[in-house]
């Protein structure tokens, strides 16, 4: 039910709050960005403990393989509508890699949101159990953050 | 249920995977710190915009005020043991005001988290049915924001 959610919040609310987005900000990018950012963040944290694993870099730890893939599974599902408000692309602001193709593509850009989420539950049900479900479960998740940036961010 | 899993974990495993946090550091904080800072921007951005519908600031809009609350519901009940790594507070490296106190009262640390959790379920169950339910419960959230931020944030 919550990637239903996804689906119909991210499909219709982009830049919902562009107002109220800006409102708070002091610093640095505005708080929009700053969640999106932070967002970003959490998964490439969880991902990032997860795929250490799954090369062998650090021992399999089910136990923190099941709370990092329950996290990333978590974050991935949360309402992305009020994070991507209007006139914060890479072109207006600085402090983001945000294509403006973002909100000239919603419906592809919410599309891929849930390809996230749907790769994260995935990786949530194997990830615990052993280190070949950890192992087949992940690329999943890799491929599809790789499809959004590829198609959204701006190469560094 | 969530919250039951909050305070397992956040009891027993703050520390946990102070190795793997710091493998993939490049530039700035470690990414165990710079995904607590982004959870805490999501913390941030959410009640932000919730406030300023409180305050009347901005006009109260029930999809918005449920969309973030719901947010703010699922932010504070992830799991939050793999982010409090060991050799992350600021007395031992730079970009977090998190004092060494979090360490040494981890039972305590975690409770203050689990209040988070509790009054932003209030929240989300009360924030998308008018104004005035968004008023009545929006205090409780940031009574557990400055608690926790009195007793383990470093003052600017």
């Known amino acids: 039910m919550k990637l239903t959610r996804v689906l119909t919040m991210t499909g219709l609310a982009l830049g919902l709050v562009a107002g109220t987005a800006f409102a708070a900000g002091h610093d640095g990018p505005p708080p929009a960005v700053k969640a999106r950012l932070g967002l970003m963040a959490n998964f490439a944290y969880n991902l990032g403990v997860l795929g ?5 870099n650090t021992d399999y730890n089910a136990d923190v393989a099941a709370v990092a893939a329950a996290n990333l599974a978590a974050f991935s599902a949360t309402d992305q509508s009020l994070l991507w408000t209007a006139g914060t692309d890479t072109g207006s602001i ?4 945000a294509l403006p193709k973002i909100w000239e593509a919603q ?7 849930i390809d996230l989420a749907t790769a994260s539950v995935a990786l949530a049900a194997a990830a615990g159990t052993d280190l070949a479900g950890l192992q087949g479960a992940i690329g ?3 491929a599809a953050c790789g499809a959004c940036h590829k198609a959204y961010r701006e190469p560094q």
Do not use: I, N
């Open 140 to 142: 999943g998740v890799g």
């Open 52 to 56: 250490e694993m799954a090369k062998g």
């Open 94 to 97: 600085s402090g983001t890699r």
């Open 107 to 113: 419906a592809d850009f919410g599309s891929k949101a």
